[in-house]
Structures are given as structure tokens and as C-alpha cells.
């Protein structure tokens, strides 16, 4: 599979020759994510995180939030990840599984809303309305997925924590 690259430094996209000299500036991010967008996902380096010479959080962001995106550049705990949004990342070794769910697990405060979010739709569903308001914002079937992803994950962390339970009293035994 061929995964495009978006590199960024000095809020620009570039391509660096060796890794050392700008050898060109690209379009905008945006435009290269149009450009990119048939692809079923890119990558997006920051080069600025990687040296050292602050952040493009707020672009990384945007591309992410546009496309199915892997990091890199900078990103070197599972905060930094959860804080430019991301969900989640790969782990390479178990030691990591448990910082990992920790960082990307749903707040209590994110799992109270999901719920309640559910619960609500699913009753003004059951009356035959398809959306209605809450505290002056619209909640419609956007806002339910965007609950049902939170409850998926957090349920996706249990069932992985739970196998990862099942596994360990099996090797004991």
C-alpha cells in the first residue's frame, strides 16, 4: 500500500533533501490533502516537533480531522498524541498497552455524556423525531456518532483488557 506524506516546517508543506536542506515548498496543506484524498490514509510528518523547533499542532489537527492520518515528528508519548487528537496508537511492546489505554480511554465525564447523548436519541427516535435541541445546540445523528464512537472505543479497551486478563490466568495455569 503506497501512503503519501505530507511533511510540515514553518507552518509550510516541504520536501527536505537528506533531511537537511529544503529542496522545495508545496502547495497548502489543504490543497495537498485534496490532492491526497484518494488515498485511504497519509501520513503527516512535523518536522518542527522532530528538531525541536516548536509545533504545527493546529495543522496537524486540521489534516487529521480531514483524513485518516498516522503522525509522526515530535510525537513521542501517547499524550502528545491524544492531545492533537488521536485515539489511539500502535503499541509495540506490552509494557506499552497499559499507558496506552490509560491516554486514549474516554473520561468518566466524556462516557456520562455518550450515554446520555444515546439515551436521549434513542427515546426521541422511539417518538418519531430524528433530532431535537439541547442546551441550544442541535443533537442529530452527527452528535450520535460521534457518542457512539466514544462508547466503541471505551468498549474496544475493555474487551482488549479483558483478553489480555484471560491470556495471563491462562499462561498461570
Do not use: N, T, V
Given at each position: 500500500m503506497i501512503i503519501p506524506c505530507i511533511d510540515l516546517m514553518d507552518r509550510k508543506v516541504v520536501q527536505l533533501v537528506q533531511g537537511r536542506e529544503k529542496a522545495l515548498e508545496g502547495d497548502s496543506p489543504l490543497e495537498m490533502l485534496r490532492r491526497f484524498s484518494k488515498f485511504p490514509e497519509i501520513q503527516v510528518i512535523d518536522l518542527d516537533a522532530a528538531i525541536g523547533n516548536g509545533s504545527n499542532d493546529d495543522i496537524v489537527r486540521l489534516i487529521a480531522s480531514h483524513a485518516k492520518t498516522r503522525i509522526g515528528g515530535g510525537v513521542r508519548s501517547a499524550e502528545r498524541a491524544a492531545a492533537l487528537g488521536f485515539e489511539g496508537k500502535w503499541a509495540i511492546h506490552p509494557s506499552q498497552l497499559e499507558i496506552a489505554n490509560e491516554v486514549?480511554?474516554?473520561?468518566?465525564?466524556e462516557l456520562s455524556w455518550a450515554r446520555e447523548i444515546f439515551?436521549?436519541?434513542?427515546?426521541?427516535?422511539?417518538?418519531?423525531?430524528g433530532a431535537f435541541g439541547q442546551d441550544g445546540v442541535l443533537i442529530d445523528l452527527a452528535v450520535l456518532k460521534r457518542?457512539?464512537?466514544?462508547?466503541?472505543?471505551?468498549?474496544?479497551?475493555?474487551?482488549?483488557?479483558?483478553?489480555?486478563s484471560n491470556e495471563g490466568a491462562r499462561d498461570v495455569a
Open positions: 486514549f480511554s474516554p473520561s468518566k465525564r439515551a436521549k436519541i434513542q427515546s426521541a427516535s422511539a417518538g418519531g423525531d457518542a457512539q464512537a466514544i462508547l466503541d472505543r471505551q468498549q474496544a479497551i475493555e474487551q482488549a483488557s479483558a483478553a489480555r
